[in-house]
């Protein structure tokens, strides 16, 4: 007699797995189309490996850290990558082309109803295309995946978005005033990479969004972003957020009509964020000084510093102008499917918390 499950029932006994098994087959659908999909446009599939350097110099995604034991028992410190972004950058100045990588990828402390330590990332990069055709490029994956999965629509917690339905765009700075009410490039002030933070906390709390003391520019940004934009992007059909302040895009290049921007826009659907996409940075000089400032605020405000990969600034040297994005594939899953929680798109979920250290 088979044991039924209970509430605390892992994933893997049976009938819990029977439960979950349509999203997982669907999942597998819509991974097989989106191969076929970059295949049939020459896209090469590249394999990148989880132990870099550097996880990534993000200010605030965690990273797991591992050792590295050489034969003769020396020991160095490597990490689990957080994206493949800086071994595809360097295949990129290595020559080719136009690639794509289904990557396994790790971020620490990030477990929600859509975060997962261990997840996939969908990552594609054009070497000579301007950032503006990746939006074709989500629209055509919206669809496919839509197509695959037997969706009708894409659904997350109450909100819909057509898949087949193109891509609208709006830059930040019209969402901000549109759903704040805020002139985000009023707070910009004279230097775009270090904005005037009190001019925009001042517009904050007027819109009634609670404000620290101590919190900067960027924390008021994205504070702004969380509770008056995000949530409402992407309702009907998907948004690209485009075009964001420049101090924002840690590995975009600047606008060369407006410095104060970067060509950088993220993905949304359902007032999920789907993927973030970047006209890329390729001058190592100004790479290196983002990254150490980026550092620096990482240090402040976790006691934390990832290092810089230096063999990723000498390949930027090399690297052709180029336009990259990474999309959550377990996300898309998940709204193709209408799951509440991203474990319920994941074959095996990472084990729950251990004992306490």
Not at 10 to 27: C, F, M, Q
Not at 46 to 58: C, F, I, M, R
Not at 72 to 91: A, I, N, Q
Not at 269 to 293: H, I, K, Y
């Amino acid at each position: 007699m088979r044991e039924s499950p209970s509430a605390a029932s892992p994933w893997w006994h049976p009938s819990v797995h029977a439960d979950r098994r349509p999203a997982l087959i669907a999942r597998a659908r819509v991974t097989a189309a989106l191969r076929g999909w970059f295949a049939a446009r020459d896209f090469l599939e590249v394999e990148t490996p989880a132990l870099q350097v550097s996880p990534g110099n993000e200010i605030h995604l965690g990273a797991f850290a591992t050792e590295l034991v050489a034969p003769d028992g020396s020991r160095s410190r490597l990490y689990l990558h957080t994206s493949p972004e800086f071994s595809c950058k360097k295949l990129l100045a290595a020559g080719e082309p136009r690639l794509v990588a289904f990557a396994r990828v790790f971020r620490n402390g990030e477990r929600t109803a859509l975060h997962h330590p261990e997840f996939t990332l969908l990552e594609w990069y054009r070497a000579g295309a301007p950032y503006g055709d990746l939006v074709a490029d989500c629209a055509g994956l919206l669809a496919a995946a839509a197509d695959a999965a037997g969706a009708e629509r894409l659904a997350f917690r109450g909100a819909s978005a057509d898949p087949r339905a193109g891509i609208e765009r709006v830059t930040v700075a019209e969402a901000v005033r549109d759903l704040a009410g805020i002139d985000l490039l009023a707070t910009l002030g004279d230097d775009p990479l270090a904005p005037d933070g009190a001019a925009l906390a001042a517009a904050a709390r007027a819109a009634g969004i609670r404000v620290a003391d101590d919190d900067g520019w960027a924390d008021v940004f994205t504070r702004i972003l969380v509770e008056k934009v995000e949530p409402f992007l992407g309702h009907g059909r998907p948004t690209a957020l485009m075009d964001y302040p420049a101090s924002e895009a840690a590995l975009a290049r600047r606008k060369p009509d407006d410095p104060r921007l970067a060509e950088r826009f993220e993905l949304y659907a359902c007032g999920v964020e789907l993927a973030n996409a970047f006209g890329e940075l390729t001058d190592p000089v100004e790479q290196r000084r983002r990254f150490a400032a980026d550092m620096a605020t990482k240090a402040r405000l976790y006691g934390v510093r990832h290092p810089i990969d230096e063999d990723f600034l000498a390949a930027l040297a090399l690297m052709p102008e180029a336009s990259g994005i990474a999309l959550g594939l377990d996300r898309l899953v998940m709204l193709a499917v209408g799951a509440r929680r991203i474990e319920d798109v994941l074959w095996a979920p990472v084990a729950p918390a251990g004992t306490p250290l």
